[in-house]
């Protein structure tokens, strides 16, 4: 019997430069990050509560339509923000970074997006990522939302865009998966079910993302009114594990 050897298409050999470029992405897409996204559940909690999720499947749905409405606006808005930071285009930035805040359509959701960026911002600066002027950039503004930061981070750290994308959309995943489990509740092994379930619709997520980012003008969709309806019942909820 003959030696089966994989043919040459099926090897990939990792650069130093790309090694370099996913340790500095799986930085970021950490839940160590001190940014706080563990305190949040972007209206999960609120969906628990009146019976909307109450177990793996309705879990596995909710955040697989939460992933949709994030491939219409934030990752799409991502994309733009972190092509202006690397262009030094920081009036656009700021422009379009102020015009996601004010679509946030609750208290909850703007304190968070807000919190998180200025997180993030604030260790960028404590970092020295990235070239003075876009730290400049960054410190001259009152407040920041999270995509904004984010893509300020990746941009300052160089790593490829459409990874870049990649690795917030999945870290969005990953921070709902979690908050499943402590809210439903589920097992841990559940949450690895869900997670690992969704990892076609990270990669769908990215190129509706892709496609938005490009069109002229791009196409960014902010509607879910399930969501701000859930978000804005959390705010008066009576007990609470999460801050959204």
Excluded at 56 to 73: K, T
Excluded at 94 to 122: C, P
Excluded at 140 to 158: D, K, Q, W
């Amino acid at each position: 019997m003959g030696t089966t050897t994989a043919p040459a298409a099926a090897i990939t050999t990792i650069t130093m430069t790309n090694a370099a470029q996913l340790t500095a992405l799986l930085h970021l897409a950490s839940p160590a990050l001190p940014v706080g996204a563990f305190s949040y559940s972007q209206g999960l909690e609120a969906a628990v509560d009146v019976r909307h999720v109450v177990d793996e499947a309705s879990a596995a749905a909710w955040i697989a339509e939460g992933l949709d409405v994030l491939a219409a606006c934030e990752a799409p808005l991502w994309l733009l923000q972190f092509a202006d930071w690397q262009a030094g285009r920081f009036d656009a930035v700021a422009e379009r970074d102020a015009w996601f805040l004010a679509t946030r359509e609750t208290r909850e959701l703007r304190l968070e997006t807000s919190q998180m960026g200025w997180s993030l911002s604030r260790l960028i600066q404590q970092m020295e990522w990235g070239d003075g002027a876009l730290r400049s950039a960054l410190a001259g503004r009152a407040s920041v939302t999270f995509p904004t930061a984010f893509a300020a981070a990746a941009a300052a750290l160089n790593v490829d865009p459409r990874d870049g994308v990649t690795a917030y959309c999945f870290a969005w995943v990953e921070n709902q998966m979690a908050a499943a489990v402590k809210a439903v509740p589920l097992g841990q092994a559940a949450g690895q079910r869900i997670l690992f379930g969704l990892h076609a619709a990270v990669a769908r997520a990215v190129e509706e993302a892709t496609r938005r980012a490009a069109c002229h003008p791009p196409e960014l969709s902010t509607f879910s009114p399930g969501l701000g309806v859930l978000s804005a019942r959390h705010e008066t909820q009576y007990s609470r594990l999460f801050r959204s």
